[in-house]
């Protein structure tokens, strides 16, 4: 039988601001526990709830950069449940006129075509804190620092097929709420948060398959192992003749599998209710206007300008845009190196894989914008070759200084007096004199790959800085000769 | 709709309330006293009223997005029963 995927994901962003949603304590991450904590973040009797202007700024940002309406008369209501990481006994969260309406987002896929994925809705509420079970036996220590910080929860609709769709849409997100400055992004410190909800139905059907929804997804990595292993286990359990029952589930990476999380016989009731100490959140046009003023350049318009204005192809453009910092460094190697598709390769592959290696973002880059843009200056004047160019690469991200101190200091700069370069070559041929023989008489089938042999040696004997084309050339003529 | 004896169960358990055997059919009797009144206010017609969330005509005012609170961790830890680490301790949960 023939399976068809089907996922919708809940992205819980935490938003950038200085302070708590509600409460004025400091919302950084990290700091002693419960030293963040103020008396409205402990749920005191009492105590009122002052919506943060800064929140809500952040969402209207979301809603307007996903061509979403944005709710103009917002209610906050109460959704009652108790667990100890959340003292008030309920969460305020917004029910039935979130602050988000209806939206979407494209994203890229791998080939390069572009899906459109629906977002349902966003909705502005407060995170709980946290609740450390390892370290007390026989009890549960709480940290309410993170209780009370912004949460932005984005919905999707059931739109995407596939884990690696899924782990697009999030990234997209992701590099979103990053672009827009409303959200840090960092995932391994909770910044964005996933639950997954994943069914299948047999490739046809029109009706939607039950669906489990796995919690807390942490990593793009993660996001796409446990959709898998997710879909498979739904899968393997109705060809047996089970059936999916509706059920929240935990990913466990040590295992790849998810598992049910233990959950009491009857279902959640969360008794919504409007909040009554908080009043309805007018959103006025002004506002708004304000708002989508400060709108920067985002992801998919980028994408599209890249292309555009650099010719480059649609995947490696939406690379390049896929973050503000990446796309801004790319531009200003572009800017002063000249040619981008070269600066696209440099950044995306070399620059790439040195920061892979060396774990950190490119706004940490050892090897600056302008440092790059000014070695690719050299490649294309000619002063080193391509190859030549990784040695000068690396000798900057160790520190070495720009391209141009570099290559003096090491003396790579290119040979392209012909006069020398024949000079090497004479040398190089008097010492293979045998090879020669052989290559003459070789028939022209068996030519090429000796004829690599000698533009090795040469440039082994020049270390590298003779410019291979004229070695190409001359090298061609001596043995033709 | 009138709540039977298990409805009003459930509710007492999720609002985390130890009803005694005693109290629940008195309980369950005041609660369909007040969704009879409710059931009353569903026949008046409310089409073209939009539900009101808050009894005040007024709309929220917003705060400026700045840390005003200092910590008082000391203060707030010394009524809770047990501490430890800076931590409040609970019994222990496992979801």
Known sequence: MQWEVVIGLEIHTQLATQSKIFSGSATTFGSEPNTQASLIDLGMPGVLPVLNQEAVRMAVKFGLAIDAEIGQHNVFARKNYFYPDLPKGYQISQMELPIVGKGHLDITLEDGTVKRIGVTRAHLEEDAGKSLHEDFSGATGIDLNRAGTPLLEIVSEPDMRSAKEAVAYVKAIHALVRYLGICDGNMAEGSLRCDCNVSVRPKGQVEFGTRCEIKNVNSFRFIEKAINSEVQRQIELIEDGGKVIQQTRLYDPNKDETRAMRSKEEANDYRYFPDPDLLPVVIENAFLDEVRAQLPELPPQKRERFQEQFGLSVYDASVLASSREQADYFEKVVSIGGDAKLAANWVMVELGSLLNKLGVDIDQAPVSAEQLGGMLLRIKDNTISGKIAKMVFEAMANGEGSADEVIEARGLKQVTDSGAIEKVLDEMLAANAEQVEQYRAADEAKRGKMFGFFVGQAMKASKGKANPQQVNQLLKSKLEG | ?95
């Open chain 2, 1 to 95: 709709m009138a709540l039977e004896r298990s409805d009003v169960e459930k509710i007492a358990h999720l609002a985390r309330l130890g009803l005694v055997e005693a109290d629940l059919p008195r309980t369950t009797e005041a609660l369909n006293s007040i969704l009879g009144l409710v059931d009353l206010m569903q026949a008046v017609d409310t089409s073209g009223i939009e539900p009101l969330a808050h009894p005040l005509e007024a709309n929220q005012r917003l705060r400026a997005d700045a840390v005003t609170e200092r910590n008082h961790r000391e203060a707030y830890q010394s009524i809770a029963p047990a501490v430890e680490n800076g931590l409040y301790l609970v019994p222990k949960v496992i979801d």
